[in-house]
């Protein structure tokens, strides 16, 4: 089923940050000027060799601020580096470009893929866990404008509050990402590396092609994929990765243009060895023919082995859990709350390696996988 696939992780992401800036100072050095238009409109291409390129469209220092309308948080966030700008309600990932001539992003409403709309709700099976959503993941509060696609070299930053014009790569250790908003992520490692209360209007992707990677932390995150994966976790032939952490974490929004030959999944997984899902939404939302599976786990590039999912829901997709043979695994409280195109689950060959227990489809029954 992957065969089709022409989202070449390490490719795509040289190409879409060929043009960028690149920084191993802090936040601290954001710019301050007025919207600017580049391009016609924020674009994502797809071309021949398989490589994505991405374009933002505008580079703009109005702060971004994040409106949690069912929210029940208060705490007041400034903005860091500090910005004096108009306020404007959170951009989606199809917002048109500001005008030539506008000073702040204009307010717009985002729209996603169908979220579960009861944070509350049990999970069939009895289990009572909060499921994260829009309002409880993500950003918050303004952000400072940092105009243009940035790479990150230097080791041991924390940057935080800050709206990234464009896409970010991260080739240092020990970077956080705290309260963030941009367009894409890929990570080269090596680790550690924690994104926490960040938003991304397109995948992330953590891909250990030329080295080794150790320890990623996802908490809080809203990933809205559109014409990706969600997020990607990719070990290479000589490099494995290790230690792979969501937590609280929402991937939905995906959508394809019409024709794409790309393929997508919210969680791929392509190797690993340690991969913890705590309290994790999987949306994929109205079925395409592009979109493979809520969840896909692949036999390669050194195997899957363990592997702990508690209290995951997952929706959609082509088969919604898609997995090869794993080692060392479990998954506790795992609902299959709406079923893919072909059905709830598949492998390819029987996954000896798993331990299910309260695994439930879409009537609530009870699975066996």
């Known amino acids: 089923m992957k065969s089709g696939r022409i989202l070449a992780a390490a490719g795509a992401a040289l190409i879409l940050l060929g043009g960028g800036v690149a920084y191993a100072a802090t936040a601290a050095t954001a710019p301050t000027a007025s919207c600017v238009v580049t391009n016609p409109a924020p674009s994502m291409t797809t071309g021949a060799n398989g490589s ?9 220092t109005a702060a971004i601020p994040r409106s949690r309308s069912t929210s029940t948080v208060t705490k007041t966030v ?3 580096p500090s910005s004096t700008s108009a306020a404007a309600t959170k951009p989606s990932a199809t917002t048109a470009p500001a005008s030539a001539t506008s000073t702040a992003t204009p307010a717009v409403a985002r729209t996603t893929a169908s979220t579960p709309s009861a944070s509350s709700s049990p999970a069939a099976g009895g289990t009572g866990w909060v499921r994260p959503t829009a309002a409880s993941t993500g950003y918050h509060g303004a952000l400072s404008p940092w105009a243009g696609s940035t790479t990150f070299t230097a080791n041991n930053q924390t940057i935080s509050n800050t709206d990234f014009g464009g896409y970010i790569k991260v080739t240092g250790a020990n970077l956080v990402l705290d309260n963030c908003h941009f367009a894409g992520m890929v990570f080269f490692g090596p680790g550690p590396l924690t994104v926490k209360n960040c938003t991304s209007n397109g995948g992330i992707n953590s ?17 809205i994929a559109g014409a990706h994966d969600g997020i990607d976790v990719f070990s290479s032939s000589a490099n494995h990765e290790s230690n792979v952490t969501l937590v609280d974490t929402l991937i939905d929004g995906m959508s394809f243009p019409a024709g794409s030959t790309s393929h997508g999944d919210g969680l791929q997984v392509r190797g690993v060895n340690g991969l913890t899902l705590t309290r994790v939404v999987v949306n994929d939302g109205p079925y395409q023919s592009q979109d493979n599976s809520a969840i896909y786990f692949e036999n390669v590039n050194g195997g899957d082995s363990t592997m702990r999912l508690t209290d995951v829901d997952l929706y959609g997709g082509g088969y919604t859990f898609y997995t090869n043979a794993v080692s060392a695994s ?3 409280n795992l609902a299959v709350k709406a079923a893919g195109h072909w059905g709830s689950y598949h492998s390819n060959a029987k996954p000896s390696g ?3 227990t309260n695994v439930t489809g879409p009537n609530g029954a009870q699975m066996t996988p």
Not at 52 to 60: A, D, I, W
Not at 207 to 222: E, L, Q
């Open 330 to 332: 479990s998954a506790t």
């Open 207 to 223: 891909d250990a092609t030329y080295r080794p990677i150790n320890g990623v932390t996802y908490d809080h995150v809203h990933v």
């Open 78 to 80: 400034t903005a860091s």
């Open 354 to 356: 798993w331990s299910f």
């Open 52 to 60: 994505l390129s991405f374009t933002s469209g505008v580079k703009c």
